[in-house]
């Protein structure tokens, strides 16, 4: 069992910058990728970025040049530095847990663990 929480969350002004922070105990060598859903209400849940173990990542279109996702393996920890906001970037934002699928030209997730969530909130 691996244990997921966040922090980082918070309402910011468009254009400002946020940094989520995701720390992983438990089984932590079950741990493969890691990465970032969001959802906003009445919408669909989306993948925002992923990372494997190795350090190869993906994003959405909606924040590629915005977000970076990084990981510190050492510390077991995944980071998600949003930079230049957007409001269609709220939403509540999950940490997870997992195994990367496919090449990385292919590339896509399977979560086996989800964090709690944290909200993000860009308004003026």
């Known amino acids: 069992q691996v244990q997921l929480v966040e922090s980082g969350g918070g309402l910011v002004q468009p254009g400002g910058s946020l940094r989520l922070s995701c720390a992983a105990s438990g089984s932590i060598f079950s741990i493969g990728a890691m990465g970032w859903n969001r959802q906003a209400p009445g919408k669909q849940r989306e993948l925002v970025a992923g990372?494997?173990?190795?350090?190869?990542?993906n994003y959405a279109d909606s924040v590629k040049g915005r977000f970076t996702i990084s990981r510190d393996n050492a510390k077991n920890t995944v980071y998600l530095q949003m930079d230049s906001l957007k409001p269609e970037d709220t939403a509540v934002y999950y940490c997870n847990a997992g195994r990367s699928v496919g090449p990385s030209s292919s590339r896509s997730y399977k979560w086996d663990y989800w964090g709690q969530g944290t909200q993000v909130t860009v308004s003026s």
């Open positions: 990372i494997t173990r190795g350090g190869s990542t």
